[in-house]
């Protein structure tokens, strides 16, 4: 009997040493640092220039009072307390050879240059830290910002996290963005051009409010066209303490369905070219806060159907880019 061969043993992508078709953060992490390495996830007090009047208030309208750091622990406790709280629990889980400091909530480059020194190079000392990622927005990168920056990419493996969301001025005006897709683009490029040891990842939203499927894969096409380091997909999920919150138990926004965001996620994924990490294919949020999709609570399962329709349809991650 001719035995039958496994979804890893036959999977054509390239960037992947199991039945994953796309190149996982994980495959990623072990294959720059050669051992399992994980995030841990910082809150630094933040805020951002949507909420502080800057260029808006509120914030994002997705975004709840923390930031979208969710699973952050609070600001009040230090970088160090928050960092060995996570360590700790981690390592009674797995067996990791480091971690990464991730600054998360709101807007991590959004202060004066001593504090943003202060916080990072603080995390940078932490036991086995092996990295740092910083989640920021393309307007709030100061020129003596971005120049520690270039410096910190010189000494560690450092990766700018840019939220975007839409490459649609309408969408983000109408999600509360604060900047357009204009201003990303000349801050995606002054980074690449003055600190280009620099990872840059890219955040985008799947199924943001009057957006068509076509648009969001508009949005994943022209920014697999820059050639970003990572690029995270997002579900837009729907929390209490969020603007968008009050609009959906209203009735004025309804989520992707399951089945939808699966189609969506695979489609995107083949637009996507192959060396691009993938940081992230879907989005939870706490029991406590969450509205809506209630289908988003079982992420490995939404990703494990990503992976058998990737398998049905014999499709990769960018078998169809150009």
Known sequence: MT???????????????????YHTYDYYLRHTFGGKVAKLTLD??????????????????????????HFTAPATLSIGEQYRAQREKMQRK???????????????TYAPLEKLR?????????PDAVGLNIATRADCLQEDVLAYLKELSERT??????????????????INRGHTFEEFLAAYQRIRARA???????????????????????????????HPDEIK????????????????LAGKYTPLARE??????????ELIPPDIVIGRLTGDAPLSTLLAPRWSTGKLTVLNDIDKKLFAENTWQGKCCK
Request: aromatic letters at 8%.
């Open 260 to 269: 939808e965001y699966v189609e969506l996620v695979v489609r995107c994924l």
């Open 157 to 174: 493996v450092l990766t700018l996290e840019l939220g975007l969301q839409t490459v649609h001025d309408t969408t983000a005006a109408l």
């Open 44 to 69: 630094g007090g933040f805020t951002c220039p949507n909420i502080d009047g800057t260029c808006g208030t509120g914030g994002c309208i997705y975004c709840g009072g923390n930031g979208s750091g």
């Open 3 to 21: 035995k039958k061969q496994t979804q890893a043993a036959s999977n054509p992508f390239s960037y992947s040493d199991s039945n994953k078709r």
């Open 196 to 226: 280009p040891r620099i990872r840059i990842g890219v955040h985008l939203i799947l199924g943001l409010p009057n957006e068509t499927h076509e648009m969001m894969l508009d949005t994943v096409r022209r920014v697999a066209a820059l």
């Open 118 to 126: 202060a916080l990072f190079e603080e995390a940078l000392t932490l």
């Open 233 to 248: 997909l997002h579900l837009l999920y729907v929390v209490s303490d969020a603007p968008l919150g009050a609009q959906y």
């Open 94 to 108: 797995w067996d990791i050879t480091g971690y990464i400091p991730y600054f998360q909530a709101h807007t991590n």
